[in-house]
């Protein structure tokens, strides 16, 4: 509980969290446009080395970097009214005591309160999913067709009516897989 109300509510631990996040956001979108390099080669019928995929990520790092702050802004901004209402209800039925006596005890309260935050925790994944299902083709507008970030999101969004579903079925799939063979 000490650990968690450093990082969401001081100042200081609030910074270091999004800073974290952003880090390792940028980090994995800069991984990932190094491997779209390496799967649109292959897709064309030719190889590229692990160092030219990088070079080639590297050539659009500034928006990567630009598009990483976009994507954790817009999906930080989706997310606040969802994380207020999982803090409102801890601050209204959880704050009296600690989590080992809601654990071990399970009072109505406690009950009410994990139902509370399991919708809001639901809801919030729809809204995401439904988003990032649309988002799908922001990093590839933005390396290979060298669209600028905000315009990517909306051209993404353009292009992926009618297959928003066909991709949060694959994203689905391939999240068991990945969660399978670890």
């Given at each position: 509980a000490d650990i968690a109300v450093f990082f969401f509510i001081t100042k200081s631990g609030l910074a270091a969290l999004l800073l974290l996040v952003a880090t390792s956001l940028g980090i994995a979108i800069f991984g990932q446009a190094c491997l779209m390099t390496v799967g649109l080669?292959?897709?064309?019928?030719?190889?590229?080395?692990?160092?030219?995929?990088?070079?080639?990520?590297?050539?659009?790092?500034?928006?990567?970097?630009?598009?990483?702050?976009?994507?954790?802004?817009?999906?930080?901004?989706f997310s606040v009214p969802f994380l207020v209402g999982i803090g409102l209800t801890y601050w209204m039925l959880l704050r009296e005591h600690d989590i080992n006596y809601y654990l071990n005890a399970r009072p109505p309260v406690f009950i009410t309160a994990f139902a509370i935050v399991a919708v809001l925790t639901l809801s919030l994944a729809i809204v995401l999913g439904r988003k990032l299902a649309g988002w799908v083709l922001v990093l590839p507008l933005v390396v290979f067709e060298r669209m600028r970030p905000w315009r990517a999101f909306a051209e993404s969004e353009r292009r992926m009516r009618g297959c928003r579903v066909h991709a949060v079925l694959v994203f689905v799939y391939w999240g068991v897989l990945a969660f399978g063979a670890s």
């Open positions: 080669a292959r897709a064309r019928g030719s190889r590229v080395r692990v160092r030219d995929a990088v070079i080639h990520g590297a050539a659009h790092a500034i928006s990567i970097l630009w598009l990483t702050l976009e994507l954790f802004v817009r999906v930080f901004l």
